[in-house]
């Protein structure tokens, strides 16, 4: 193989030797063993532009498909010239066969040996778009702002101002469904709130599923309060399927939303399967017999709830006999309030029974549940052996001072009683249940007690007549009875009209009642003319006969002066 060097241009034919390149550009001595090319480039020089001639280039390709040479049958089918023109470096391949077409390409003018080809920052082309930085709004403004414009609702500023607190509370701001929507679509995103309450807004049903869809998809909310919203039934199995599958609601409070018998199957259900909800408050609905029966069950099995509320509802007869029932098996809830229901001496029973028999329960509300004095003591028969329980609230039960008593004696029995507020709220008591209840108090010194007061009655007032009350005071005015209706008679005509006596007693001051002084003026105005004659006559002698067997005798003690003023 021949090399020949014109200008800067290099060409070969045949077996190569070695490669020259003149001028001011690099000297390179191509090599060939056995059909192997190998380069070797010195004498580093350049012009106007560094390129592949200002490399230091050792570097031998080895046999292989794309090598600058091909050992088969002994030729070589890749030979490569190199040219340089201003500063650049073009590459041809001549081949072996004669063949007149070249290929030139383009070699870039970089170091290939102090570039890191793996760093992609030193990449610069314009292929590379540049990437928009999108700042993610975690509180949910820009939606919110959106979603009002949509709706048409006007945004409300308090939510604006405190959308990035930890505790979120909306109470009483009229909403209204649509305003609640907006409010729920910009929540979906919200992840500083942890606490919502949304209570008294009217959400409605239209309201309600909007939350409910926000619920759904906000996995940091962990309290919820949603009470006196009128959501009905138809959220109510939305509701559950929440509270069955969140992971992070702990609270929900559902109060006043009119849920009734229909609904109970849904919270059963929710009760029954939910592993995190640890406080339900259903309370001030319209939840009945049928309730109670569905809800027992599902209490008995639950094992995340540690506080229930199923106040103000309608549970009685064998739904509140169910609803104990569910008291006495389960074995994780600490705090129960059933108040205001109709629990009576049949859930009285059961709920005596589920004292005997629950370990875990802290504090039982079951005020104002029509339980008579016998259910305070079947009441009693449980608290007599229970160990728990801290707080029992039976106040405003028709239970009066026996069943205080009862209650009493079966906690004295009780040495290892720990309770610390025993409420008896408008509930007289007398003087016997103050007696047994200071032995209660040596036993339990810590203990505190509310009653309704001590059971004594007032005696009633003495009815005093109207004629007691007049002579009573012409007695302390020491003035004779003529006198007294001379004060009335304008015309000196010894007799008054019926609407000039009421007049005088009035002004007198004398404390009667217009019922009293009709009476007075039946017993005047025999004749039924209008006018009082208190000429001294017959007439006379009868009015002051009538005094005196009113009060008894003519003549008037001291005492019965006082009796009489008092009365007066």
């Not at 010239?81 to 590459?91: A, L, V």
């Not at 314009?126 to 919110?144: F, M, N, P, Q, V």
């Not at 067997?549 to 005492?559: H, P």
Request: charged share 25%.
């Amino acid at each position: 193989m021949d090399i020949r060097v014109i200008g800067d241009e290099v060409e070969s034919d045949g077996d190569m030797g070695s490669t020259y390149h003149s001028g001011d550009h690099d000297t390179t001595q191509t090599v060939m063993e056995n059909g192997n090319i190998s380069h070797k480039t010195s004498n580093v020089m350049s012009g106007q532009r560094r390129g592949m001639s200002g490399v230091a280039f050792n570097k031998s390709r080895q046999h292989g498909q794309g090598n600058y040479s091909d050992n088969k049958e002994g030729h070589s089918h890749g030979v490569y010239d190199r040219m340089h023109e201003d500063g650049d470096i073009f590459m041809t391949q001549d081949n072996d066969q004669g063949s007149d077409n070249r290929t030139q390409s383009r070699v870039s003018d970089i170091d290939i040996f102090t570039v890191d080809i793996n760093d992609d920052t030193g990449w610069d082309t314009d292929l590379e778009a540049e990437e928009s930085k999108e700042i993610y709004d975690s509180s949910g403004r820009a939606t919110y702002v959106e979603a009002c414009k949509r709706l048409g609702v006007v945004p409300a500023s308090y939510y604006v101002k405190h959308m990035n607190d930890t505790f979120l509370e909306l109470k009483h701001h009229g909403l209204g469904p649509q305003g609640t929507k907006a409010v729920a679509l910009s929540l979906v995103s919200n992840t500083a709130v942890l606490k919502l309450d949304l209570s008294d807004n009217w959400l409605g049903q239209y309201g309600g599923h909007a939350v409910c869809d926000m619920l759904k998809e906000n996995c940091y909310l962990t309290e919820v309060n949603l009470s006196d919203n009128k959501l009905g039934t138809t959220c109510a199995e939305e509701l559950s399927e929440i509270m069955i599958h969140s992971n992070t609601l702990t609270h929900m409070t559902l109060s006043g939303n009119e849920f009734d018998d229909k609904t109970a199957a849904y919270f059963a259900d929710a009760i029954l399967q939910t592993q995190k909800i640890e406080l339900l408050d259903l309370s001030h609905n319209q939840f009945g017999e049928t309730a109670g029966l569905l809800l027992g069950p599902a209490i008995s099995e639950n094992s995340s709830i540690k506080v229930l509320d199923l106040s103000w509802n309608c549970i009685r007869r064998k739904g509140a006999m169910a609803v104990a029932v569910g008291i006495k098996n389960n074995i994780f809830m600490k705090k129960i309030n059933l108040s205001w229901n109709g629990f009576g001496s049949e859930g009285a029973l059961a709920l005596g029974d589920a004292l005997r028999n629950n370990s875990v329960l802290e504090e039982l509300d079951i005020s104002n549940n029509r339980i008579s004095t016998e259910g305070a003591v079947l009441l009693g028969k449980g608290l007599g052996v229970n160990e728990t329980l801290k707080v029992f609230k039976v106040g405003q039960n028709p239970m009066q001072s026996a069943g205080c008593y009862a209650i009493s004696a079966a906690i004295l029995k009780n040495p290892n009683c720990i309770l610390q507020d025993l409420d008896f709220s408008d509930i007289l008591v007398n003087d016997d249940f103050r007696t047994l209840f200071e032995q209660v108090k040596e036993m339990l010194p810590d203990l505190k007690m509310v009653d309704g007061g001590d059971d004594v009655r007032p005696k009633p007032k003495v009815k005093v007549h109207p004629w007691v009350k007049l002579l009573a005071y012409i007695e302390e005015n020491q003035l004779k009875l003529i006198d007294f209706f001379s004060k009335f008679d304008k015309d000196n005509s010894m007799s008054v009209t019926r609407e000039e006596f009421a007049q005088g007693i009035q002004e007198s001051g004398i404390n009667m009642d217009r019922y009293e002084v009709e009476i007075l003026l039946n017993e005047l105005d025999r004749d039924g003319d209008g006018e009082i004659n208190y000429r001294l006559n017959q007439n006379m002698q009868s009015i002051l006969s009538k005094c005196e067997m009113v009060v008894g005798r003519s003549d008037f003690a001291a005492s019965d002066n006082k009796t009489i003023k008092d009365y007066s």
